[in-house]
């Protein structure tokens, strides 16, 4: 069973509004939470975090929100522009059983058009 | 060579061959990964590697061998693997296992199509 959930395979945006990509995640132990992007052919690229003592973390045109109660993190792009289309993948990470590292479980992506 | 590097890209095999796929990263770092992507799924964890001793292994069949002879160099020795195996295969690396709760720098992936 997924621990983390991307919902939405897919999302369009036009250039200059708001893209909200929209993660939940099921396990309570998630510590930290990031997102990462991927362009075609290329590797998936660190994006932005936040752990779980915050619910609001922002970098630039990149805010991420967390709703812990709700078991739900959102990802806002303002404004978005062409060069933001690419899959946004969510990722989530607890302490593993042997006490030590916190290694990420990702979400199925989420594809963002940004149409100029 | 910068970041992390994987060959070959691209990867066609039969049923019945044996191959490998090679990951090497330029950063200094002491921790690699194996992830897999399949169509329309999460990237899937495989094995995890801590200064050339594996720390994870989850739960990824036999016909899959990884081999971290030094904690710049990571391969995946593949063998009969099934048409359901093709995906793209990820590596990736980090300054030490779970730094920065998951922060992980990827390759381009070796995309793998098994005939």
């Known amino acids: 069973d997924q621990q983390v959930k991307q919902n939405s395979p897919s999302l369009s945006v036009q250039e200059g509004r708001i893209s909200i990509l929209n993660c939940d995640y099921t396990n309570s132990m998630f510590d930290y939470f990031l997102w990462y992007k991927k362009y075609p052919a290329e590797g998936p690229t660190f994006l932005i975090s936040?752990?779980?003592?915050?619910d609001k973390n922002e970098d630039g045109r990149f805010t991420v929100f967390l709703n812990k109660s709700a078991k739900h993190l959102s990802l806002h792009i303002v404004p978005s522009q062409p060069g933001d289309s690419a899959v946004y993948f969510c990722?989530?990470?607890?302490?593993?059983?042997?006490?030590?590292?916190?290694?990420?479980?990702f979400g199925r992506g989420t594809s963002l058009i940004v149409h100029p | 060579e910068t970041g992390v590097t994987q060959t070959p890209r691209h990867l066609v095999m039969g049923m019945t061959n044996k191959k490998s796929l090679k990951c090497e990263q330029h950063?200094?770092?002491?921790?690699m990964y194996w992830y897999k992507q399949s169509a329309k799924k999460p990237l899937e964890l495989m094995f995890v590697y801590s200064l050339e001793e594996r720390v994870e292994n989850n739960s990824v069949p036999s016909r899959f061998s990884p081999e971290c002879p030094n904690s710049s160099h990571l391969f995946l020795h593949l063998h009969t693997l099934q048409p359901e195996d093709s995906a793209l295969y990820l590596c990736?690396?980090?300054?030490?296992?779970?730094?920065?709760?998951?922060?992980?720098?990827f390759g381009p992936g070796t995309r793998l199509t098994v005939l």
């Open positions: 950063l200094g770092h002491n921790a």
């Open positions: 936040i752990s779980s003592i915050k």
């Open positions: 990736a690396s980090s300054q030490e296992v779970g730094f920065r709760g998951g922060f992980l720098v």
């Open positions: 990722a989530a990470s607890e302490r593993s059983a042997s006490g030590g590292s916190y290694i990420p479980t």
